[in-house]
């Protein structure tokens, strides 16, 4: 999963680099809302809320279209219950993103916008000394405005939903000294947030 996602970060890379772009420094400051998680062998638990951050690059490709590469991670809390147990422990959730943004100009200043991402999302429990990281593929959705009051400063206002496919579940444990190796099952995991961003155009 990994070579896959670098093997697509290095085309779209490529590509900018051939359209001669401009280039804006993204981040993000969001709030993330809980999601509750039903596994494929029925069991079930909750991945917590908290502040999400991140960062990333934006390739502009013409005035309404550009590229990004971006990195956002979640660090909460979590618990899946079991039959005879509840194991809980800290999650962190990151992901690793490719994406295509489209902007709508409302006027010289204002743009709505609207963001498909793909790429990796890769999931761990760091108070547990037997977990591993879970990769999955991941996906996001963000809609949004822009505010640009010079052409070196804009500020966007977002909501955001990402998704790990089949990440909880077997190979993510919660609790400490790998209480949950006994859950094989998977599900799915959605988080929608609501956040904004400071960025700055370096080229």
């Known amino acids: ?20 772009p401009t280039v804006t420094l993204l981040t993000f400051e969001s709030y993330s809302f ?7 062998d029925g069991y079930e638990g909750e991945i917590g809320d908290g502040f999400q951050w991140g960062g990333g ?8 279209m550009a590229v990004e590469l971006i990195y956002q991670r979640l660090n909460t809390e979590g ?6 147990s509840i194991d809980r422990g800290s999650v962190a959730v990151n992901y690793f993103m ?11 200043t204002v743009s709505g916008f609207g963001t498909v991402d793909l790429g990796l999302g890769v999931l761990g429990s760091p108070d547990n000394s037997s977990d591993g990281n879970v990769e999955k593929f991941a ?41 949950g190796a006994g859950v094989t099952g998977f599900s799915t995991f959605y988080q929608f947030n609501l956040g904004g ?6 080229k």
């Open 197 to 202: 961003s400071v960025n700055i155009r370096i």
């Open 98 to 108: 490719l994406g295509g943004t489209r902007y709508m100009p409302v006027s010289e």
């Open 139 to 179: 996906w996001g959705l963000r809609l949004g405005v822009r505010i640009a009051p010079s052409e070196k400063v804009s500020i966007r206002l977002h909501g955001q939903l990402m998704s790990a496919v089949q990440a909880v579940g077997g190979g993510l444990y919660f609790g400490t000294g790998g209480a």
């Open 79 to 84: 618990y899946l219950q079991r039959p005879l």
């Open 1 to 20: 999963m990994r070579i896959t996602f670098v093997l697509i970060a290095f085309i779209g890379i490529i590509f900018t680099s051939q359209a001669q």
């Open 34 to 40: 809980s999601d509750r998680v039903t596994t494929s």
């Open 57 to 64: 690059l934006e390739f502009g490709l013409q005035e309404t």
